[in-house]
């Protein structure tokens, strides 16, 4: 496996600010993911972080809300824009080792609180 | 979108006593089914199944794939209040690109070992 890091790990914002969340792995990896798990609710994928170009968004995510960057094999970050109290949630990100393309691992998640 | 359901939602169960949680897929075109334990925020990987009829077994867990009927299992024996979580479920098919792969997951199975 891998040991994956996440920052900040909660944090409280005012709507119609942003908030960058930072994912840090500390071996390379092949793939990067975004997910979101919202109150209740089962996981979901946001959007694939690709190295050295754009993310692949999944239906209902789009680029001006979630822009996401990977400038390498070992780091990627998320920007939540523009938010609001529906963007409240549990985001998460994942890696998939060179070692193991199918198996994804966790990062420990941050926990996003919109008033 | 292909649905991942798993069943029961919830169950409460006492120390000891074995339990046996499902989870069905629709989608044909996947690669692996893949079993998660979520205590707090980040999802811990339990099992990967890629072939059917194979048991995977980890301790008192054990998990097993039917590619024909499209469901997995994951069984729990001697339960223990450690064992209190949230399981889910996911496959792992190609995302909305087509390009590289995703897991879609279930809405979890909560269980809840009482001493």
Not at chain 2, 25 to 39: A, D, H, I, M, P
Request: proline content about 4%; glycine content about 6%; overall charge neutral.
């Amino acid at each position: 496996s891998a040991v994956i890091s996440q920052k900040p790990s909660r944090d409280i914002c005012q709507r119609g600010t942003s908030l960058t969340i930072q994912c840090q792995v500390d071996s390379q990896v092949t793939m990067m993911f975004w997910y979101r798990q919202q109150p209740g609710q089962s996981l979901t994928l946001i959007a694939t972080a690709n190295q050295g170009s754009e993310a692949t968004y999944e239906s209902g995510f789009v680029i001006d809300k979630f822009p996401i960057s990977r400038p390498n094999l070992t780091f990627s970050t998320l920007t939540v824009s523009n938010m609001s109290p529906e963007d409240s949630s549990i985001y998460l990100c994942s890696v998939a080792l060179l070692s193991s393309y199918n198996e994804q691992f966790f990062g420990p998640g941050t926990r996003l609180t919109v008033l | 979108e292909d649905k991942v359901v798993q069943s029961p939602l919830s169950l409460v169960v006492h120390e000891g006593d074995t339990v046996t949680l499902n989870c069905s897929y629709e989608v044909t075109n996947f690669r692996s089914l893949l079993w998660y334990k979520q205590e707090k925020k980040a999802p811990t990987f339990l099992f990967m199944l890629t072939s059917s009829g194979i048991e995977k077994k980890s301790g008192r867990l054990s998990s097993i794939l039917d590619k024909k009927e499209l469901f997995s299992i994951l069984n729990i024996t001697a339960t223990q209040t450690g064992d209190s979580a949230v399981y889910l479920c996911a496959d792992n098919r190609p995302n909305s690109g087509g390009s590289n792969y995703k897991l879609t997951f279930g809405k979890g199975t909560l269980l809840t070992v009482n001493p």
